[in-house]
T-cell receptor
Framework: GQQLNQSPQSMFIQEGEDVSMNCTSS?????WLWYKQDPGEGPVLLIA?????ELTSNGRLTAQFGITRKDSFLNISASIPSDVGIYFC???????????FGGGTRLMVKP | GAGVSQSPSNKVTEKGKDVELRCDPISGHTALYWYRQSLGQGLEFLIYFQGNSAPDKSGLPSDRFSAERTGGSVSTLTIQRTQQEDSAVYLC?????????????FGDGTRLSIL
């Protein structure tokens, strides 16, 4: 079946630093989504990408849908303590299909 | 409410018992999904419902797992004869189906612990 490899698994950075994480897939997706999950809560959508090559920003977050449709990255600029959490990428082949999730990147920010 | 609602938020039960987990999707959302998240892991797809179509059960790990969606709205995930490996957070999501720009929105999950 489809698999998503997400890296890094964890990051411990200084407040103010930029962060980059990425996902690669063994097969193509037509939608890439990035979610953030805080302890005890469900994932919350950060950015959705629908076209190969698309670059989308949401505040300090920027994500890109790879040209090959097999990868995506998420950048966070000027990190702050509330960025702490687990970030998940997710891919979907068709509208209405289930999501395939990466294993998550645990982000820790040192004030 | 405005979001996906799940109950109970926590459930502790003995091995061998049956459990039912409930999901109330966002009003008007036609698609409903169940996922399972083991500690420190990503989400694993279980089952999804779309309108009156037959559900996609391809992610259910065993025949002890089943789900229903009554009236196209509320869904119940049932686990029979629970085992310790069933311990996980069970997450429900809903979306407007058929529209590519409508992503899935998640509830806060039910944390299931099997003793």
């Amino acid at each position: 079946g489809q698999q998503l490899n997400q890296s890094p698994q964890s990051m411990f950075i200084q407040e103010g630093e930029d962060v980059s994480m990425n996902c690669t897939s063994s097969s193509i997706f037509n939608t890439w989504l990035w979610y953030k999950q805080d302890p005890g809560e469900g994932p919350v959508l950060l950015i959705a990408l629908y076209k190969a090559g698309e670059l989308t920003s949401n505040g300090r977050l920027t994500a890109q849908f790879g040209i090959t449709r097999k990868d995506s990255f998420l950048n966070i600029s000027a990190s702050i303590p509330s960025d702490v959490g687990i970030y998940f990428c997710a891919g979907r082949y068709n509208a209405g299909n289930m999501l395939t999730f990466g294993g998550g990147t645990r982000l820790m920010v040192k004030p | 409410g405005a979001g996906v609602s799940q109950s109970p938020s926590n459930k502790v039960t003995e091995k061998g018992k049956d459990v039912e987990l409930r999901c109330d999707p966002i009003s008007g959302h036609t698609a409903l999904y169940w996922y399972r998240q083991s500690l420190g892991q990503g989400l694993e797809f279980l089952i999804y419902f779309q309108g009156n179509s037959a559900p996609d059960k391809s992610g259910l790990p065993s025949d002890r797992f089943s789900a229903e969606r009554t009236g196209g709205s509320v869904s119940t995930l049932t686990i029979q004869r629970t085992q310790q490996e069933d311990s996980a957070v069970y997450l429900c999501a809903s979306s407007l189906w058929g529209s590519d720009d409508q992503p899935q929105h998640f509830g806060d999950g039910t944390r299931l612990s099997i003793l």
